[in-house]
């Protein structure tokens, strides 16, 4: 933080953008923390200590912390997060183990594409909240409708990503590789894939933010344990302090599983994350 500002923003010689380009991942770090606190700081000013917006509608940070201390203590912050984890992992690793293999094929074979991927930008394009009352249907009640939500909102990301990253691999390459004698099943290994994994670890960080808007959607209608369940009782008794701490754990657990999905992906395909910014 000292060597933050100490080098301070030059804005003489390509303005604040530069300067914050130029900085470390520790300096970017230091200064994302003091907008976060300055942002909290005005908050808390502006509806705790002047009261110009009624703290039932917006809880100050201090009444969110305060809410969220409750809801740890009478247990129904552990209760409905381990339902929403066990739906959200299962639903996810569905749409992984389906969608992979479906985008690989697609991304290979013509046939396959023009029959599943009409079908699939057309399932995709419909809000997941319109499947909420149907999952009900079809799955009954409890964790069964969250699950189909998790998955139908997670699978077409990676699925339609995967297909896009087979398409695009460079054509010089594939024929370099048939000259050389490179089957089918070598292709797959030694072309398709590495040149596929950049597009499929951007399908999986947009899966992540997706299967958790289908999860609280489908628990937010219906469910009667999970962060979504969790979330609409506390609003319904005007507990608004406990739904958005609720709510600011359920965010928490969206960035930190996108954080899981680029940390995977360093180890596994370094290469994609050097920018030339």
């Known amino acids: 933080m000292t060597a933050l500002l100490a080098t301070g923003p030059n804005l003489g010689r390509g303005g604040l953008a530069a300067w914050l380009a130029g900085l470390s991942a520790r300096g970017k770090a230091a200064v994302i923390a003091v907008e976060v606190v300055m942002l909290l700081v005005l908050w808390q000013l502006v509806v705790g200590v002047f009261g110009w917006i009624s703290p039932v509608f917006l809880p100050p940070p201090l009444a969110i912390a305060q809410g969220f201390g409750e809801i740890v203590a009478n247990g129904s912050l552990a209760a409905n997060a381990g339902i929403s984890v066990q739906a959200w992992l299962t639903g996810f690793a569905l749409a992984v183990v389906v969608g992979i293999p479906v985008g690989l094929l697609m ?73 050389y004698g490179a089957g089918r099943m070598r292709l797959y290994r030694s072309v ?86």
């Open 192 to 277: 398709y894939l590495p040149s596929t994994i950049p597009f499929l670890f951007a399908g999986l960080r947009q899966a992540v933010v997706l299967a958790t808007i289908g999860m609280v959607v489908a628990e937010l209608a219906g469910s009667s344990g999970g962060m979504g369940a969790l979330i609409i009782r506390a609003s319904n008794t005007y507990q608004t302090d406990q739904a958005f701490a609720a709510i600011a754990v359920v965010v928490l657990w969206s960035v930190s599983m996108t954080q899981v999905v680029t940390a995977i992906e360093r180890g596994v395909a370094p290469w994609t994350r050097k920018g030339t910014r």
């Open 107 to 179: 991304g290979t074979s013509l046939p396959v594409d023009r029959v599943i991927g009409p079908i699939a930008w057309t399932i995709y394009a419909t809000p997941s909240i319109a499947y909420q009352p149907l999952a009900k249907a079809w799955f009954g009640f409890g964790i069964g409708p969250v699950i189909f939500l998790v998955t139908i909102s997670a699978i077409f990301p990676i699925l339609l990503n995967v297909a896009a990253g087979m398409r695009t691999t460079n054509p010089s390459i594939i024929r370099a590789a048939r000259v």
